[in-house]
T-cell receptor, first 112, second 116 residues
Framework: AQSVSQHNHHVILSEAASLELGCNYS??????LFWYVQYPGQHLQLLLK??????LVKGIKGFEAEFIKSKFSFNLRKPSVQWSDTAEYFC??????????FGAGTRLAVHP | GAGVSQTPSNKVTEKGKYVELRCDPI?????LYWYRQSLGQGPEFLIY????????DSGLPNDRFFAVRPEGSVSTLKIQRTERGDSAMYLC??????????????FGAGSRLTVL
């Protein structure tokens, strides 16, 4: 069965620090990968997605993620975070099934 | 509508009661998904519809949970004999086509259910 593991449950950073959130998945076949974000009081929104092609994916608000097939990973990065990036981030995967499987999420708090 | 609409936004009920949660997807979206999110966890898949039919209900935890989408648009998630463990945020999402791998899901704001 597919599963998604997010290594960090809580991350605290100062503004301008660099961010990397880990995501690993278990599925041996072709996968599609997503990062969703949930800002305080708001609904889940798509941050970026990988379907095929260039494994380095750029999303909104300066986020990017790199698909490394050999490591079953899809880590999220941002070179310089802002206070407004405070949110919960979810990695998700589909592969062979018609549904998204989510990780447990990482709560990011950015201090000004 | 412009987005996925869920009602009620909050529902407090007593153990043993029956609850209905409604989802109104984006107009024209054929696929509709229900997820449940407990505190500190990611969304957990419950069921998805292609049109009027439930294409995959493998995530429904037990037979107290049931969902319908009679006209291929609005969906209702029904929970019988609610238990305290059913307390969670129930999320609905829709997509233009059924293949969640190729299409982005748009989520609603959720219905927070509290069972006392």
């Amino acid at each position: 069965a597919q599963s998604v593991s997010q290594h960090n449950h809580h991350v605290i950073l100062s503004e301008a620090a660099s961010l990397e959130l880990g995501c690993n998945y278990s599925y041996g076949g072709t996968v599609n990968l997503f990062w969703y974000v949930q800002y305080p009081g708001q609904h889940l929104q798509l941050l970026l997605k990988y379907f095929s092609g260039d494994p380095l994916v750029k999303g909104i608000k300066g986020f990017e993620a790199e698909f490394i097939k050999s490591k079953f990973s899809f880590n999220l990065r941002k070179p310089s975070v802002q206070w407004s990036d405070t949110a919960e981030y979810f990695c998700a995967v589909t592969g062979g099934y018609n549904k998204l499987i989510f990780g447990a999420g990482t709560r990011l708090a950015v201090h000004p | 509508g412009a987005g996925v609409s869920q009602t009620p936004s909050n529902k407090v009920t007593e153990k043993g009661k029956y609850v209905e949660l409604r989802c109104d997807p984006i107009s024209g979206h054929t696929a509709l998904y229900w997820y449940r999110q407990s505190l500190g966890q990611g969304p957990e898949f419950l069921i998805y519809f292609q049109g009027t039919g439930a294409a995959d209900d493998s995530g429904l935890p037990n037979d107290r949970f049931f969902a319908v989408r009679p006209e291929g648009s609005v969906s209702t998630l029904k929970i019988q004999r609610t238990e305290r463990g059913d307390s969670a945020m129930y999320l609905c999402a829709s997509s233009l086509q059924p293949d969640a791998g190729a299409n982005v899901l748009t989520f609603g704001a959720g219905s927070r259910l509290t069972v006392l």
